[in-house]
């Protein structure tokens, strides 16, 4: 079945760094890819999204490129801020056979803390 | 911005007991979703529903669950008969497309079964 596979974590960085999370997914067809954060306490919050090959999904400095070739979509910021200190999770759309509805089927998710 | 809104945000029962979990989807929304996650691990689906039935639901989603929305706003998660490994965090969601448009989580409830 579909699947997304994501970097372990905690991923500890000094504040101003560069952000990468890996992620790569398996699916049949042609799914939506998404990154959602989850910060302390809350729940879940769509970061951004990427519905097709080759698009860049951006919000709040971070990016993803929905990449085909290699089944990824790694999420970068080029400067990381304290108050980004969240769970990160990689997700994909997976409509089901009956091609009624698009379940999200998560990764694990990665724990980012960024030092001041 | 409009939000997906959860009741009560921590709810605490006695196994076996009978737990019905809350969730007010986005006003214009017509998809709706029940996932899980268990303290450290993944976010699951449950189960999604559309137009008053259940379109699809994962092996965790046994006979001791069930959803309904039993008026146009409110959409909720009943647990029968509650045991020590159903506590998570249950998340509602909710979108207006099941194609072009993202689901839009709550903030979740914790339900602890003791």
């Known amino acids: 079945g579909d699947s997304v596979t994501q970097m372990e974590g905690p991923v500890t960085l000094s504040e101003e760094a560069f952000l990468t999370i890996n992620c790569t997914y398996t699916?049949?067809?042609?799914?939506?890819l998404f990154w959602y954060v989850q910060y302390p306490g809350e729940g879940l919050q769509l970061l951004l999204k990427?519905?097709?090959?080759?698009d860049k999904g951006s919000n709040k400095g971070f990016e993803a490129t929905y990449r085909k070739e290699t089944t990824s979509f790694h999420l970068e910021k080029g400067s990381v801020q304290v108050s980004d200190s969240a769970v990160y999770f990689c997700a994909l759309s997976s409509r089901s056979h009956m091609n009624r509805d698009d379940k999200i089927i998560f990764g694990k998710g990665t724990r980012l803390h960024i030092l001041p | 911005e409009p939000e997906v809104t959860q009741t009560p945000s921590h709810q605490v029962t006695q196994m076996g007991q009978e737990v019905i979990l809350r969730c007010v989807p986005i006003?214009?929304?017509?998809?709706f979703y029940w996932y899980r996650q268990i303290l450290g691990q993944k976010v699951e689906f449950l189960v999604s529903f559309y137009n008053n039935e259940i379109s699809e639901k994962s092996e965790i989603f046994d006979d001791q669950f069930s959803v309904e929305r039993p008026d146009g706003s409110n959409f909720t998660l009943k647990i029968r008969s509650t045991k020590l490994e159903d506590s998570a965090m249950y998340f509602c969601?909710?979108?207006?497309?099941?194609?072009?448009?993202?689901?839009?989580f709550g903030d979740g409830t914790r339900l602890s079964i003791l």
């Open positions: 990427a519905t097709k090959a080759d």
């Open positions: 699916a049949t067809g042609y799914p939506s």
């Open positions: 006003s214009n929304h017509l998809y």
């Open positions: 969601a909710s979108s207006e497309d099941r194609v072009a448009q993202p689901q839009h």
